[in-house]
């Protein structure tokens, strides 16, 4: 890497649609004390499948600068164990695992309202960033959202969250369709109805799924039964007589700025930067980045 630094594999941290990602230990190789601590990933991939991995650098490098958004800090194409050529992307370490596993942890009862607020709140900066210049991120769910720990002086919580995963990111301007399937990976809860049914991804389904994310921080389960098969999401998403249910219990300004995000029609959503000023975000202290 640039200033002659080089890394060393740990274990893997999890894996994923086009390679693997690993825990690393950087060795700096002009400075006495070496090693640093593995405070990194690596992301891996073979070369003839790192199609999209490139994409995911080059939308990467163009998105850096936001301290909502995990840090890519270099790439480089090595030779793998296979003699296989790999394509690898040195990423700021999620030492806290991802949004998944903390939802996860509270046993289905959500996060408190004030974490919650704390985590949408860069959300929405992180993402407004990415609409500022032109992306949209397409893939906004709770496994794509990593937790480092918040050292900021006034922190109210023990984690930030950081966007990660641009593996389908792509530029707002291109109306190139694709194939449904290819709207989602793994699962289609968080799609907008836009993208099921005229194939349409811009900066509102960013925020369509920003409010399914926030409806499950808050209330500990998905916007739509987990149990449901593909298809049955696909139509509940798509049809206009189903709406993501809002609870009762929750707060005035939680419910209302839920309303505005799970708008139907794209062009009466909020934008991120309305969001930013809702009631909902109010009242917050500052956190130092
Ligand atoms: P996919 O692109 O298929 O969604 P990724 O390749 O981004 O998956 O990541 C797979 C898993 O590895 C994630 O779910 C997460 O648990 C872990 N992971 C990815 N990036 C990091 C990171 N920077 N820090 C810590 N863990 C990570």
């Known amino acids: ?6 890394w060393i594999r740990g274990s893997m ?26 405070a990194m990933a690596v992301k891996s991939a073979e070369v003839s499948v790192s199609g999209s991995i490139q994409k995911e650098r080059e939308i990467f490098s163009n998105i850096q600068g936001c301290p909502d958004i995990i840090e890519c800090f ?14 690898n992307l040195l990423l700021e370490y999620g030492s806290g695992g991802t949004l998944a596993t903390r939802i996860k942890k509270s ?11 704390v985590y949408t709140r860069s959300l929405l900066r992180g993402l407004n960033h990415i609409h500022q210049i032109g992306y949209v991120h397409c893939d906004m769910k709770p496994d794509n959202i990593l937790l480092v720990p918040n050292y900021g002086r006034n922190a109210i919580t023990e984690f930030k969250t950081k966007i990660a995963d641009f593996g389908l990111a792509k530029r707002a301007k291109t109306s190139k369709k694709r194939k449904l399937e290819a709207y989602w990976r793994g699962t289609p809860m968080y799609l907008s109805p836009e993208a099921v049914r005229d194939r349409v991804q811009k900066a509102p389904c960013d925020v369509w799924a920003l409010g399914c994310i926030v409806l499950e921080m808050l209330t500990g389960k998905p916007v739509w039964d987990k149990g449901l098969k593909v298809e049955e999401i696909l139509r509940k998403i798509s049809s206009d007589k189903e709406c ?23 062009m009466y959503r909020m934008t991120c930067e309305m969001l930013l000023s809702h009631p909902f975000l109010q009242g917050l202290e500052n956190d130092d980045h």
Do not use: H, W
């Open 1 to 6: 890497y640039g200033d002659g630094f080089s």
């Open 13 to 38: 941290l999890g894996k994923g649609s086009f390679g693997s990602v690993y825990l690393a230990t950087i060795k700096k190789s002009r400075s006495k004390q070496s090693y640093f601590p593995s």
């Open 74 to 87: 270099g790439e480089e194409t090595t030779m793998g164990d296979n003699g296989v050529m790999a394509y």
């Open 107 to 117: 046993n289905g009862k959500g996060l408190p309202e004030f974490e919650a607020k």
């Open 244 to 266: 993501p249910k809002i609870p009762n219990e929750l707060s005035k300004e939680a419910k209302d700025f839920l309303k505005r995000c799970f708008m139907r029609r794209p």
